[in-house]
């Protein structure tokens, strides 16, 4: 947990957030969805491919990162995830996991649920 916090007051790099982009095939979008700023905001963040995120954009783009990778651990596979991602879920309301992850509770909700497939509790 500390280390998190480091990370996060330290900034997390734009090249970090360009390869988290690639690897999962994001749109630039989605990316700006995902870390809650303007398509117009996340395009200026990463020209030039230099520099770092602030605290509340390093947080929200760490918090969204933890949810990727348990969400590939707990479905075994990264297609298996992004898939589920877009299924609408009754226990998000029938609203879409991937569009909770703009929040902080929201990214929460959809770990919790994934902690819950993980270990095999049926919701």
Not at 5 to 13: C, D, N
Not at 90 to 98: C, E
């Amino acid at each position: 947990m500390i280390d998190l916090l480091a990370k996060v007051e330290k900034g997390v790099t734009i090249k970090e957030v360009i390869a988290f982009q690639q690897q999962y095939a994001l749109t630039n979008k989605q990316m700006s969805y995902l870390l809650a700023i303007s398509s117009k905001g996340y395009y200026n963040l990463i020209h030039p491919k230099e520099g770092r995120l602030d605290k509340r954009l390093s947080g929200q783009f760490l918090k969204v990162k933890e949810v990727f990778q348990e969400g590939e651990e707990a479905l075994l596979s990264k297609e298996a995830f992004l898939e589920w991602m877009e299924q609408p879920h009754w226990y998000f309301n029938h609203r879409k996991p991937f569009d909770l992850l703009d929040t902080p509770i929201g990214a929460d909700a959809v770990l919790h649920e994934l902690g819950r497939t993980k270990y095999g509790i049926v919701s």
